[in-house]
């Protein structure tokens, strides 16, 4: 490593050097140097890491590219790395699958504390470096050293491009029109849900429309998860009229709000947060959890809950007649609103049922009630709930694994009131 000095800037840089024999030599700052001589500036950039899930990447081509090399400094602080391909790099039990650091790809960190990892090497040109998109899921690097609008930094994928993510919870999706990610950031690694292979070329440092100004889709702003970047989460975008400024929050079966969004030009754009691995607490949606969708009314400040219908995922091309949760799923869904009076029911999720099943019961007052079960002989087979409920929607969980196979009768008691369905059992 030698100083190279900038007479233009007036500057000094360190630089390395690699040359060819030839038969001129070249003398610099008092060094014999052979012909063909090649500089490049050494670069340094600094992430900053939290507590818990990043999304990170890097601009610079390390000089030593082994991960271990490049956490070393903070390796008591990092609780584990994972990559696209789900390979990992655990330093407390010395693990690493991953072997070296991709300078084209995004990396998920787990961290004990707040920390600052640095990466010394190349810096890389983003418009000369081309990232190879596969179709479906990515998880990409950020090439350029400022900040741009995604509009504008992925305009080289736009039309194969169905949703790009970030580590917060922020999505672009641009046949939407939808964009609450805002300005792509230096050292964030983003998500790529593609529905073609694809090229991705950053435009150059030097074209900074970094603002993405009147591009960005409002947020809510009253009911917020209290949950946010638990390394897990899917996307839901429900088409809804004559509801826009209100909001819509999706609840898991404990009733707390794990997602939630504003309705814009007909549309909320929600991201649905899954509990997280890295806790022994549950903090978000588990797989296969059922979900439930509220609307509220940002004027009176009332809540009610809404229908879904036309539940499309489309990683997967499936549709579904309920919300169910599952990591990085993509779910397109229209709702609907019942505005007639709430009416004593019962119903059970899914049905047919394998092992376990969700009862949703509706009741017009606060009374006592509970669920009774019966056979087709008429055989009472099982009571669950038999509490004091408030008026509205509840949902009980319920284990089917030791039933037989065969058609059950479902019976909700609540004072002398009676109302019933059927559940049918197929293993």
């Known amino acids: 490593i030698f100083k190279v000095w900038d007479a233009m800037l007036g500057q000094e840089w360190n630089a390395r050097a690699t040359y060819q024999v ?7 700052d008092g060094f014999s140097m052979l012909a063909s001589l090649t500089t490049y500036i050494i670069s340094n950039q600094n992430i900053s890491l939290n507590s818990g899930w990043n999304i990170i990447s890097s601009y610079i081509e390390p000089e030593n590219a082994d991960i271990e090399n490049i956490f070393e400094n903070i390796a008591t602080d990092v609780k584990i790395v994972k990559n696209g391909a789900g390979q990992i790099y655990d330093p407390a039990f010395n693990i690493n699958n991953i072997g070296n650091w991709n300078y084209k790809e995004g990396y998920l960190v787990n961290m004990l504390n707040n920390n600052e990892l640095s990466i010394t090497g190349q810096k890389l040109v983003p418009e000369e470096t081309p990232i190879n998109l596969n179709n479906g899921w990515n998880m990409s690097a950020y090439l350029r050293d400022n900040e741009m609008s995604a509009t504008s930094a992925l305009t080289s994928i736009s039309t194969s491009l169905v949703l790009a993510k970030d580590n917060a919870g922020g999505i672009y999706m641009p046949a939407f029109g939808i964009n609450t990610l805002g300005n792509m950031q230096a050292g964030q690694g983003y998500y790529f849900y593609m529905n073609a292979a694809s090229i991705l070329t950053y435009p150059a440092n030097s074209a900074k429309k970094a603002i ?98 036309q539940i499309n995922e489309i990683t997967s091309n499936t549709e579904q007649n309920e919300l169910y949760y599952k990591t990085n799923a993509i779910y397109l869904a229209k709702a609907s609103i019942n505005e007639s009076e709430l009416a004593m029911s019962i119903k059970n999720i899914p049905n047919p049922v394998t092992n376990s099943t969700i009862f949703e019961f509706s009741l017009t007052e606060e009374a006592n009630a509970e669920i009774q079960i019966y056979n087709s002989t008429g055989e009472l087979v099982a009571t669950i709930g038999n509490n004091v409920y408030s008026t509205g929607i509840h949902r009980i969980n319920f284990d089917a694994s030791n039933l037989s196979n065969g058609m059950y009768n479902i019976v909700l008691s609540s004072g002398s009131k009676k109302v019933s369905s059927f559940m049918i059992v197929n293993k």
Not at 22 to 28: A, E, L, Q, R
Not at 229 to 256: F, H, P, R
Not at 270 to 284: E, H, P, R, Y
């Open 212 to 309: 993405a100004g009147n591009e960005i889709t409002p947020l809510a702003k009253y009911n917020i998860p209290t949950m946010k970047n638990t390394g897990k989460n899917a996307t839901l975008l429900i088409s809804i009229e004559n509801n826009d400024g209100n909001e819509i929050g999706v609840y898991n079966m404990n009733n707390e709000l794990i997602g939630s969004g504003a309705v814009h030009n007909g549309i909320a754009a929600i991201t649905i947060w899954g509990d997280d691995d890295a806790t022994q607490k549950v903090d978000g949606a588990k797989d296969n959890e059922y979900l439930n969708v509220k609307l509220y009314n940002t004027t009176n400040n009332t809540s009610k809950e809404i229908s879904l219908t």
């Open 22 to 28: 030839g038969n001129s030599y070249y003398t610099i």
